[in-house]
């Protein structure tokens, strides 16, 4: 169809929408394990491996908000929820719906996009290949 051909111009924006929102959401998991902040009624036990997952969801949201080494935390950010989902989420229950782990899935699978489709406009990986 005609107009949906013509949306096709604005894909690198509408990438960097889903690559900064995306982002801007992990970002909220990781603050919330570092700093309880927005504020959980459940706060998470800060093991070693919890705050390696925060510091990888706060440090690497805020970059692929930036858009700045997109691909290469895509990918390390894909990983992690690959990793959480079967740790966490799959001993649970074998159904994403039932064992919390469908946000999971979902990060991980546009983080893995990301890595696949680069960051978009608005990005500061744009400035450095310039």
């Known amino acids: 169809m005609k107009l949906f ?23 909220e998991h990781g603050s919330q394990k570092l700093f309880n902040f ?18 990888l969801e706060f440090a690497g949201g805020i970059l692929l908000a930036l858009g700045l080494f997109t691909r290469p935390v895509a990918f390390l950010l894909a990983g992690e929820m690959a990793i959480a989902y079967f740790m966490a989420h799959m001993p649970r229950d074998f159904f994403p719906v039932n064992n919390g782990g469908d946000s999971a899935i979902s990060f991980c699978f546009i983080f893995l996009y990301l890595v696949f489709a680069g960051a978009g406009a608005f990005a500061l990986d744009n400035r450095r290949s310039a």
Not at 5 to 26: G, H, N
Not at 41 to 53: I, M, Y
């Open 38 to 55: 927005p504020v959980s009624a459940d706060p998470h036990a800060l093991s070693g491996l919890t705050v390696t997952a925060a510091i």
């Open 5 to 27: 051909e013509s949306l096709s111009r604005y894909q690198p924006q509408a990438l960097a929408v889903l690559r900064i929102m995306t982002a801007l959401q992990f970002i």
